[in-house]
């Protein structure tokens, strides 16, 4: 929803109906992850894509009936080799979208929901987007919104909005979109019903240690892939917004007081990437010594092998183990030979994205099978054609 936020948010407070499909689970070889939203304007403009244009066509029709008729649809799309261009799905992949009508009256909360996104505050959506045939209650699309701290909507009981609540909290903590299954009363172990929970938590952290040429590359690609960047320097001639414009905030002060500051008011997770770049063992050490201990997403210092050498010897002296010592990336970046701050900016988002999916970063002309790690198709969903 992130992506096309503007656009619905100025449709729902004219009051115009829209449709939204949003993917709900992929497998295999699918090309956007859960999360990923479409809308279908009131005007019949589409926003935004679901399955990098795979599908749009057939999901663009279902969502204007939906649209229409107001009844939310859960449909799956997948493809076998014999039909993949008939259906359009040529990927190999499996995607579940769920199809609804978004206007003030069926969504309410919008409005909140909005606000806390782009205020960043953690907010998650719950939605049914399942049920069995009777569905005696007739909880399918409706809604519950959880934050941290409190909630508003309704699943349809209180012993369901209770558990969706508690796991939802919990995916959220995490930063994770994803599907949770009960029965009617909210039983953990039930089947009845398919929620999916579209978690909106605040932008992963990008924290650039070392406000140089190299650093402003940085965090202009960093915001470009959707962190809050942070430039930090004890130097303040250095750290200025006007030499940094693309960061979102500068900070002058000592690398390694900063982090522990920031970790201590909990404002570091597993998703925070950590680039040192200043290569300067008076502020690299110390800050490494702090990083290092954390649980971040990525830690890398930039400096010839030399100076990484170095580097190990000094946070070894500190006391670090040689546990801690491998989170390390040093000299940070992949292979590619770049030689510009924007080439190598290039080269150290690249390795992030590998250490974050699971990828080798060799080429993918020299690999074979799957291009997207992603998880198997289970048992029980069968691509369709």
């Known amino acids: 929803m992130r992506d096309v936020l503007d656009e619905l948010d100025r449709w729902w407070r004219a009051g115009e109906p829209v449709g939204m499909a949003t993917v709900v689970a992929t497998w295999h070889s699918a090309p956007r992850q859960a999360g990923a939203t479409m809308l279908v304007g009131p005007d019949g403009a589409a926003v935004g894509s679901i399955s990098g244009g795979c599908v749009e066509g057939a999901v663009y029709d279902l969502t204007r009936q939906v649209t229409a008729t107001g009844r939310p649809a859960l449909q799956r799309y997948g493809v076998s080799d014999d039909d993949a261009f008939a259906v359009g799905l040529t990927c190999g992949g499996t995607l579940d979208v769920y199809v609804e009508r978004v206007d003030p009256t069926g969504f309410g909360e919008f409005a909140e929901v ?61 930063g994770r979109t994803g599907t949770l299954r009960y029965g009617y009363h909210g039983q953990r172990r039930g089947d009845d019903l398919l929620l999916f929970v579209a978690s909106h938590a605040a932008p992963p952290r990008m924290i650039v240690f070392g406000a140089i040429d190299f650093a402003a590359a940085l965090a202009r690609i960093g915001a470009f892939l959707g962190y809050r960047v942070t430039v930090c320097d004890a130097r303040p001639v250095f750290a200025t917004p006007r030499r940094l414009p693309d960061a979102h905030e500068v900070v002058v002060d000592w690398p390694h007081r900063y982090l522990r500051a920031q970790a201590d008011a909990g404002r570091v997770d597993e998703r925070t990437v950590v680039c040192v770049l200043t290569h300067d063992p008076k502020f690299d050490v110390p800050v490494l010594e702090v990083a290092l201990r954390l649980p971040l997403g990525y830690v890398g210092a930039m400096g010839s092998r030399r100076t990484h050498d170095d580097r190990l010897a000094r946070l070894r002296s500190a006391g670090l183990s040689e546990e801690e010592l491998a989170r390390l990336s040093s000299p940070l970046g992949l292979d590619l030979g770049a030689r510009t701050p924007e080439e190598t900016a290039v080269s150290i988002a690249a390795e992030v994205v590998a250490g974050r999916w699971g990828g080798t970063g060799s080429p993918l002309s020299a690999l074979s099978g799957r291009i997207h790690h992603e998880a198997q198709v289970p048992d029980e969903a069968t691509p369709v054609g």
């Not at 205020?119 to 209650?137: I, K, L, N, Y």
């Not at 909880?139 to 209770?162: F, I, K, M």
């Open 114 to 174: 909005a606000a806390s996104i782009r205020a960043g505050e953690p907010v998650a959506v719950v939605t049914c987007v399942s049920v069995d045939d009777s569905d005696p209650a007739g909880r399918l699309g409706r809604r519950l919104v959880v934050w941290p701290d409190r909630t508003a909507g309704t699943l349809g009981s209180v012993r369901l909005d209770a558990a969706a609540t508690d796991d939802t909290r919990g995916l959220l903590a995490a």
